[in-house]
T-cell receptor
Framework: SQQGEEDPQALSIQEGENATMNCSYKTSINNLQWYRQNSGRGLVHLILIRSNEREKHSGRLRVTLDTSKKSSSLLITASRAADTASYFCATGGDHGSGNTGKLIFGQGTTLQVKP | DTGVSQDPRHKITKRGQNVTFRCDPISEHNRLYWYRQTLGQGPEFLTYFQNEAQLEKSRLLSDRFSAERPKGSFSTLEIQRTEQGDSAMYLC??????????FGPGTRLTVT
């Protein structure tokens, strides 16, 4: 089953603009991850934020986490045409306490960056 | 290339036929996962192997689906008597450390 909703489902922006995607989840978490998927390809891990973190940066990526609202956002600054892809949030991945490490994904946001 | 590989990349089959997909994980990774992704949706977990043992199966994995990982190396996912609803992208991922899963390019199945 899907973990939650992602908003918006689709986003189209001009190169150089910022893109913000939101993710809501249903259960308590230890961490939340964001993945990118280029059309028809596998997923690539972008960034992980732990439940005790509120914000994390990696290059042009900024992720926030609000555990009280069970939501996260991914901001891509100064977008490029190469950022065109689908972006998914995912929870899980824990190996401890008998967890298998499976990931539970949101429905994704499709981002188009126009040159 | 030392990433996760999947074969075939695309498969078109007629309803009722059996299909088998293969996943070769990163060599030192002891954990292997299969996911299914339908158009416009996120991947959904199907099954998990730790070494050669299949330790979890989703309710999505009906009796027509079977997965193996002999000797804890490559894995196969077989679908018997395919149905149109089986059309999807089948993704394989491998992992050694928590929170780090490496995905293959996927096998796109089309059932006509």
């Amino acid at each position: 089953s899907q973990q939650g909703e992602e908003d918006p489902q689709a986003l189209s922006i001009q190169e150089g603009e910022n893109a913000t995607m939101n993710c809501s989840y249903k259960t308590s978490i230890n961490n939340l991850q964001w993945y990118r998927q280029n059309s028809g390809r596998g997923l690539v891990h972008l960034i992980l934020i732990r439940s005790n973190e509120r914000e994390k940066h990696s290059g042009r990526l900024r992720v926030t986490l609000d555990t009280s609202k069970k939501s996260s956002s991914l901001l891509i600054t100064a977008s490029r045409a190469a950022d065109t892809a689908s972006y998914f949030c995912a929870t899980g991945g824990d190996h401890g306490s008998g967890n298998t490490g499976k990931l539970i994904f949101g429905q994704g946001t499709t981002l188009q960056v126009k040159p | 290339d030392t990433g996760v590989s999947q074969d075939p990349r695309h498969k078109i089959t007629k309803r009722g036929q059996n299909v088998t997909f293969r996943c070769d994980p990163i060599s030192e990774h002891n954990r292997l996962y299969w996911y299914r992704q339908t158009l416009g949706q996120g991947p959904e977990f199907l099954t998990y192997f730790q070494n050669e043992a299949q330790l979890e199966k989703s309710r999505l994995l009906s009796d027509r689906f079977s997965a193996e990982r002999p000797k804890g190396s490559f894995s196969t996912l077989e679908i018997q008597r395919t149905e149109q609803g089986d059309s999807a992208m089948y993704l394989c991922a491998s992992s050694l450390l928590p929170y780090e899963q490496y995905f293959g390019p996927g096998t796109r199945l089309t059932v006509t």
